[in-house]
């Protein structure tokens, strides 16, 4: 089994900053990479950012520029800054984990609500 917690949302102002964390636990042998996703409220679920193991990453068009995603293998954690932040970005965000069979993100932490007030 494999567990992701996450932590570091909050209330923000327009242009502000915040980091997000994830920690891993668990079979983590079991998994290729991981990823931030984020639901607003009536929206579709949509990935954010990904990355491998080997560190390659993945943006979305809306958080190139702002966003970055990085890893601390030897903490099994994966971080989300974000900078830069807007109204359009208040959701509740989420950590994900591919599963290396599949391929496909199985694994999911319980989400963490950023909100960024105009």
């Known amino acids: 089994q494999v567990q992701l917690v996450e932590s570091g949302g909050g209330l923000v102002q327009t242009g502000g900053s915040l980091r997000l964390s994830c920690t891993i636990s668990g079979r983590t042998s079991g998994t290729a990479g991981m990823g931030w996703f984020r639901q607003a409220p009536g929206k579709d679920r949509e990935l954010v950012a990904g990355?491998?193991?080997?560190?390659?990453?993945y943006y979305a068009d809306s958080a190139k520029g702002r966003f970055t995603i990085s890893r601390d293998n030897a903490k099994n954690t994966v971080y989300l800054q974000m900078d830069s932040l807007e109204p359009e970005d208040t959701a509740v965000y989420y950590c994900?984990?591919?599963?290396?069979?599949?391929?496909?993100?199985?694994?999911w932490g319980q989400g963490t609500q950023v909100t960024v007030s105009s």
């Open positions: 994900a984990a591919r599963d290396t069979r599949t391929n496909s993100y199985m694994y």
């Open positions: 990355i491998s193991w080997r560190a390659n990453t």
